[in-house]
C-alpha cells in the first residue's frame, strides 16, 4: 500500500515537473508589437487592467505594410533602438494631475510593467532611453499635499523607471499611450470618498483569482494589512477575536493547546481533522497544541465561513482561515517592532526584504522573540508559573525567470519553552495564586517548508504546491496539584504532514466562464511518542498502600492518515447580474494505527502490557458537492445561496482506552446559507449579511480521561446549528474607521445517548459554540499624526463540556492603543483587557469538580514601531 502511494505521489510531482521545465521560448522570442491608444488602470496593489482598445490598437506600423511579409523576416531578431523620451512635463487635469513622457519623432512608447510597495507606484518601461537636454533624471518633489516625490530615470537593459510616491498611501494611476508619449495621470487620494473606496475595495483570493470582497458569494471577513498592523494582530485569538462566530479559547496565551470554534464547530475532538483549515503561506496548520503561534510580518488573513471544499486542497467543514505573510519585494525595504509590557514582557519583531536579482529573485526575511513572566505565581516554589518565551523566524524567496512563471520557496521555524497549561479550581476566589510541588513544562518545535509553483498563460493557469510540516511537543505538568509529591503527567506528540496539491484553472480575466480542477494528496505521521501518568512518593498516603512509589502507566501509538482528493469547480454568468456555479469534490482518507501499546512500569522490574494493538484501520470516503448562485441587483447590492455538503473524515485514537473507542466514523453535514453584500453613501459603508442553517449527522462527540485530559473516545451523534453573521466596514469621516461584526449560533444535540450510562444529552448545546459573537473597533487617524484606537469584544454564554454543567456567561473585554506617527515611525502605549474581565477560557468537569483555566487579565505596555 505504502508503494502505491509513493507511486501516485510521483505522478503529482511529474505533472509539475512537466510543466517546469517547458521552454521560454514563447516568453522570450514574439513578434515584434506597437501599442497605441491603450489604457491601463492600475490600482494600488499594481494589478493592471487592459482595455479593448489596446486589444484593437495592436496593428501593424506603417513601416511594416511597406514590407509584404514584415513579420516573418529575420529583422525581429535583431536587437532594436530603444526609444528617446525628451521631455518630462506635469500636467494639470479635473481629478488631479498627469505626467507627460514625450518622445522625439512621435514613436509609441510600449505600456509599462508595474508593482506597488507600500506608497509606491513603479513602473519601468521597456525599449526606452531618457535623454534630457539639462538633466540625468527628471524629480519634483511634493506636487500635491498627497504626492511626495516623482522620479524619472534611466535603468539597466535599456529602460526608463517612474516612480511616484505618495505620502500615506499608493495613488492610483492611470497609464496610456497616445500621439504625445505616455500619460500617467495621476489620481491622489485625498478625499473621504477616495479613502473609502480603497477601504471597502478589499482585494481576497477567496476563490483561488483575485476578486473584490464584496464581489464574493461567500460569507467573509478579510483583516487587511493596515488592519492587522493598527490592531497589532500577531496570534491566533487576536484574529478570532475580530471575526464573527469565530472564537478561539486560550488559557492566558498558553501554547500548550488552543480550543476554536467556527459556527459552532470545535476541535474539542482533536483527534480527528481540525473542522476548519489552517493555512499560513500555503502550508496546512493542524492540531491545537501546534497551531496558536507567533505570526509576525503579517499581509492578510481571509477567514470563509461554511464548508470550503472544491477550492481548497484540504477539505473544511467549518472554514478556512487563510494567512500570508508580506511577500518578498524589488525594493529594499525594514519592518521593526520593540514592545515592553506588564509581566516583564517583551516582544521584539522585524522583517528585511528585497532583490537579489533586479526584477527577477527578491528575498524576505522576518521574525520575532518574546518572553514573559508567567500570570500565575506558586507560592510553595516562589516561582512564576507559565511563563514563555520563545520565537519564529521566516525566509522566502521568490523568483520569476520568465513572464509566465513565478516560483516561490518558504521555510519556517518555531521554537518556544513555555510553562505548561495553567489549571486551577475554577470557583477559586484567587485563581492566579497556586500551590504545587511542580511547575512543569511545555516545549514546542516546529519547521515549515513549502514550494509553490504558478505558470501563468492566456488560456489557462497552472498552480503547483508541495508543502512539509514537523512539529513536536514534549510536556510535564502535575495532575494532583497540591505541594504532595502524588501524580504527575507527561506528554511528547509528533506530526510530520508532507502535502501536494496541484490546479489548472481559467485564466483571471475571463467574463463568463471561471473553471478550476485540482487533486490532493495529504500524508499525515502522528505518533504519541509517550503519554505517561507516574506516581510520586506521597501517592501510596494519598491513593492507598497498594501504589508503588516511582511506578507509572505508559501509551505509545503511531499513526497515518492518507488522503487523496480531487475537485473542481465552474461557474458561468450567463447575463451580467447573474452568475451559477457547480462544484464537487470527491475525498477519501485512510487512517492506520500501526501500533498501539500500554504498559505498566515498576522500576526494575519488566514492563508488564495492558493493552496493545496492531494495524487497526478505518477507511472513509466522500463526495461533497456545492451548488451557488449570486445575483447582482445593482452596482451595490448583490444576494447570493449556496448549499454545500461538509465533511470530516473518520479515524483511529491514539489515545483510546480499550478496543471500542480505536476507530470512530465520519461526520457529514448539509450547508444552506443565504446572504446579501451592499455598499452605501458612495462606497462609504459596506454592510454584509448571511443566515445559514447546518444539520450534522455523526458529530464526533470526545470524551476525556479525568487523569491527563485528553480524549479517551470519540462518539457518534446528531446535531442542529443556526445562526446568522453580520460585517459592517464604514469610513464615515476622513480618518475615522469603523469595523463591527455580530455572529449568531444555536448549536445543540439533535439525537444523542451515551451508551455507557445511557444518559441523553438532546437539546444540549455543543461544547466550545458560544451562543453570540460581536466585536466592535473604532480608530481614528488625524493628518498630524496622533493615532486613537478602541476595541470592544464580547462572547455569549459557553459550555465546555457535552453535559453544559461547565459554563462561562456572557462577558466582554476592552483594548485599547494610543499613539503619534511620524512619517517612518510610531510610537503607541496599549492596554488589553482594560477593566481587568475575569473569564473562563477552558473547562472541564472531572468526577463533579470543575477545573480549567482563565482568560489574560489586564495587560499595558508600550511600542516602538518603525518602517523604511
Not at 253 to 258: M, Q
Not at 310 to 315: A, D, K
Amino acid at each position: 500500500m505504502r508503494q502505491l502511494n509513493y507511486l501516485k505521489s510521483l505522478s503529482l510531482a511529474s505533472l509539475s515537473c512537466f510543466l517546469l521545465g517547458q521552454t521560454a521560448h514563447a516568453a522570450t522570442v514574439s513578434p515584434k508589437e506597437e501599442i497605441n491608444d491603450a489604457d491601463f488602470m492600475v490600482s494600488p496593489n499594481g494589478d493592471s487592467v487592459m482595455s479593448a482598445s489596446m486589444w484593437l490598437s495592436q496593428a501593424i506600423t506603417p513601416d511594416e505594410a511597406d514590407e509584404p511579409d514584415a513579420h516573418n523576416t529575420e529583422e525581429e531578431d535583431t536587437v532594436e533602438s530603444p526609444i528617446q523620451i525628451t521631455d518630462v512635463q506635469l500636467l494639470s487635469t479635473e481629478f488631479g494631475f498627469s505626467l507627460l513622457l514625450e518622445t522625439l519623432t512621435g514613436e509609441l512608447l510600449s505600456i509599462p510593467v508595474s508593482e506597488s510597495i507600500d506608497q509606491d507606484f513603479i513602473a519601468d518601461i521597456p525599449n526606452s532611453s531618457l535623454s534630457l537636454t539639462d538633466s540625468e533624471q527628471f524629480q519634483v518633489t511634493n506636487p500635491t499635499d498627497a504626492i511626495a516625490l516623482i522620479t524619472v530615470s534611466n535603468q539597466p537593459n535599456n529602460q526608463v523607471r517612474v516612480v511616484i510616491t505618495g505620502v500615506s498611501d499608493t495613488p492610483v494611476v492611470n497609464v496610456s499611450s497616445d500621439l504625445r508619449g505616455l500619460v500617467f495621470n495621476i489620481v491622489p487620494l485625498t478625499t473621504t470618498d477616495a479613502i473609502a473606496t480603497d477601504a471597502l475595495r478589499i482585494v481576497v483570493t477567496a476563490e483561488k483569482t483575485p476578486e473584490i470582497v464584496q464581489d464574493v458569494p461567500i460569507s467573509l471577513t478579510v483583516l487587511t494589512e493596515d488592519d492587522l498592523e493598527d490592531a497589532d494582530i500577531t496570534r491566533l485569538d487576536g484574529i478570532a477575536g475580530n471575526v464573527p462566530n469565530f472564537s478561539s479559547f486560550s488559557a492566558t496565551g498558553s501554547r500548550s493547546f488552543t480550543y476554536y470554534s467556527i459556527r459552532g464547530l470545535s476541535n474539542q475532538n482533536f483527534g480527528s481533522r481540525d473542522p476548519v483549515a489552517f493555512y499560513v503561506d500555503d502550508v496546512p496548520y493542524d492540531y491545537g497544541g501546534f497551531l496558536d503561534l507567533d505570526l509576525p510580518d503579517l499581509q492578510q488573513v481571509e477567514i470563509l465561513r461554511g464548508p470550503q471544499n472544491t477550492l481548497y486542497g484540504r477539505s473544511s467543514q467549518a472554514g478556512v482561515v487563510n494567512i500570508t505573510t508580506r511577500k518578498p519585494t524589488n525594493e529594499l525595504s525594514f519592518n521593526g517592532a520593540v514592545s515592553y509590557g506588564s509581566e516583564e514582557n517583551v516582544d521584539l519583531r522585524a522583517g528585511v526584504s528585497g532583490p537579489i536579482v533586479e526584477n527577477e529573485l527578491f528575498y524576505r526575511l522576518s521574525g520575532s522573540y518574546g518572553r514573559r513572566d508567567g500570570f500565575y505565581d506558586n507560592s510553595f516554589l516562589d516561582e512564576e508559573y507559565d511563563e514563555q518565551s520563545g520565537g519564529t523566524g521566516r525566509a522566502q524567496v521568490r523568483w520569476t525567470p520568465a513572464d509566465a512563471w513565478d516560483i516561490s520557496f518558504n521555510a519556517s521555524v518555531e521554537e518556544y519553552r513555555d510553562g505548561i497549561f495553567p489549571f486551577v479550581a475554577l470557583d477559586d476566589d484567587d485563581p492566579f495564586g497556586i500551590e504545587q510541588d511542580f511547575n512543569g513544562f511545555s516545549d514546542l518545535n516546529t519547521d515549515s517548508q513549502s514550494i509553490r509553483i504558478a505558470y501563468l498563460q492566456p488560456d489557462f493557469r497552472v498552480t503547483s504546491i508541495t508543502t512539509r510540516r514537523f512539529s513536536n511537543q514534549v510536556t510535564s505538568g502535575e495532575i494532583d496539584r497540591t505541594i504532595a509529591d502524588v501524580l504527575l503527567s507527561s506528554n511528547d506528540y509528533e506530526s510530520t504532514v508532507w502535502t501536494q496539491e496541484l490546479r489548472l484553472q481559467s485564466p483571471e480575466d475571463t467574463e463568463r466562464w471561471q473553471w478550476i480542477v485540482g487533486g490532493y494528496f495529504e500524508s499525515r505521521d502522528f505518533d504519541n511518542n509517550e503519554t505517561e501518568v507516574a506516581f510520586g512518593n506521597d501517592a501510596p498516603a494519598v491513593l492507598g498502600d497498594e501504589i508503588i512509589p516511582g511506578s507509572s502507566t505508559i501509551t505509545t501509538a503511531d499513526s497515518r492518515d492518507t488522503t487523496w482528493a480531487g475537485f473542481g469547480q465552474v461557474s458561468y454568468r450567463p447575463i451580467d447580474p447573474l452568475s451559477l456555479t457547480v462544484g464537487l469534490r470527491y475525498e477519501d482518507t485512510n487512517s492506520k494505527l500501526s501500533s498501539f501499546q500500554q504498559f505498566f512500569r515498576v522500576p526494575g522490574f519488566p514492563d508488564t502490557i495492558l493493552q496493545e494493538f496492531n494495524d487497526v484501520e478505518q477507511s472513509t470516503d466522500a463526495f461533497l458537492p456545492r451548488f451557488a448562485v449570486d445575483y447582482r441587483l445593482s452596482p451595490e447590492v448583490t444576494i447570493y445561496g449556496t448549499i454545500a455538503r461538509g465533511y470530516r473524515p473518520g479515524g483511529v485514537n491514539i489515545l483510546a482506552d480499550n478496543a471500542a473507542s480505536l476507530r470512530f466514523g465520519a461526520e457529514r453535514s448539509w450547508n444552506y446559507e443565504v446572504g446579501v453584500k451592499t455598499t452605501w453613501l458612495d462606497d462609504r459603508l459596506g454592510v454584509n449579511f448571511s443566515f445559514f442553517h447546518n444539520p450534522v449527522t455523526g458529530y464526533q462527540v470526545a470524551t476525556f480521561d479525568p487523569v491527563t485530559l485528553f480524549t479517551d473516545s470519540v462518539r457518534n451523534a446528531d446535531v442542529s446549528i443556526t445562526g446568522l453573521e453580520l460585517d459592517v466596514r464604514a469610513i464615515p469621516l476622513e480618518g475615522l474607521t469603523i469595523i463591527a461584526g455580530f455572529g449568531l449560533t444555536d448549536a445543540e444535540f439533535n439525537d444523542f445517548t451515551d451508551p455507557n450510562t445511557g444518559t441523553s444529552f438532546d437539546n444540549n448545546s455543543l461544547p466550545y459554540a458560544p451562543d453570540f459573537t460581536y466585536n466592535l473597533a473604532a480608530q481614528y487617524r488625524a493628518p498630524f499624526g496622533l493615532f486613537a484606537r478602541l476595541e470592544l469584544q464580547g462572547i455569549g454564554q459557553t459550555f465546555f463540556d457535552i453535559e453544559n454543567e461547565v459554563e462561562q456567561g456572557s462577558y466582554a473585554v476592552v483594548n485599547t492603543r494610543l499613539g503619534y506617527e511620524f512619517d517612518q515611525y510610531g510610537i503607541y502605549v496599549f492596554a488589553n483587557n482594560l477593566f481587568d474581565t475575569r473569564y473562563i477560557a477552558q473547562g472541564f468537569n472531572i468526577d463533579g469538580t470543575q477545573g480549567g483555566s482563565f482568560g489574560e487579565p489586564a495587560t499595558y505596555g508600550v511600542q516602538l514601531k518603525a518602517s523604511f
